[in-house]
């Protein structure tokens, strides 16, 4: 059965440093998204892209955010800067059309130190 | 409240019983989603109801969902302790944000062998 992956499974960061979680979804799907957890808080949403730009983003995705789709297959999500509190479950996901199912990766654990 | 809040927060229960939790939600929505996420990792994707649907049934699982009420209930039979996990409901804006996903609390369900 077809999965987004992301890699890696957990990131420890350095306060100040930059990082990039990278995805792969699944391959014909057009629709892309990145969430967030908070330890034992809600899932957040961030961002969603489709046709190579960004379709939505929330207030949390500020100027220290920034995803790429840099080839055919993968989908990043870069935090420049990370702060503490940046400190949660990063999940991807992926969908064939806005508003249906989404497949969601198994998360990148980010812990800025 | 706010989008997608479920109750309750957390649910004991022993085998076999069922188990129902409940999804409240704001906004007018294309769809409503149930997700599972077991500890620490990723969302798994349960059931899909649209708007112009009030009931739908995937193995042990039914969904129910009232517009007039803005409310959606998962019931889960013949629990299992496999189903132990915490449950998500999540809703699409119908109007715009229909690329975006917003998730509840989720209900924490513990089943007892």
């Known amino acids: 059965e077809p999965e987004v992956t992301q890699t890696p499974s957990h990131q420890v960061t350095q306060m100040g440093q930059e990082v990039i979680l990278r995805c792969v979804p699944i391959s014909n799907h057009l629709y892309f998204y990145w969430y967030r957890q908070i330890l034992g808080q809600k899932v957040e949403f961030l961002v969603s892209f489709y046709n190579n730009e960004i379709s939505e983003k929330s207030e949390i995705f500020d100027d220290q955010f920034s995803v790429e789709r840099p080839d055919g297959s993968n989908f990043t999500l870069k935090i420049r800067s990370t702060k503490l509190e940046d400190s949660a479950m990063y999940f991807c996901?992926?969908?064939?059309?806005?508003?249906?199912?989404?497949?969601f990766g198994q998360g990148t654990r980010l812990t800025v130190v | 409240s706010q989008q997608g809040e479920e109750d309750p927060q957390a649910l004991s229960i022993q085998e076999g019983e069922n188990a129902t939790m409940n999804c409240s939600y704001k906004t007018s929505i294309n769809n409503l989603q149930w997700y599972r996420q077991n500890s620490g990792r990723g969302l798994v994707h349960l059931i899909l109801?649209?708007?112009?649907?009030r009931e739908k049934h995937s193995g042990r699982l039914r969904v129910t969902l009232d517009t007039s009420k803005k409310s959606s209930s998962l019931l889960i039979t013949a629990s299992r302790a496999a189903d132990t996990a915490s449950y998500f409901c999540a809703t699409d804006a119908l109007a715009g944000g229909y690329n975006k996903l917003i998730f509840g609390a989720g209900t924490r369900l513990a089943v007892h062998p």
């Open positions: 109801i649209r708007s112009n649907e």
């Open positions: 996901a992926s969908s064939n059309s806005g508003g249906s199912e989404a497949f």
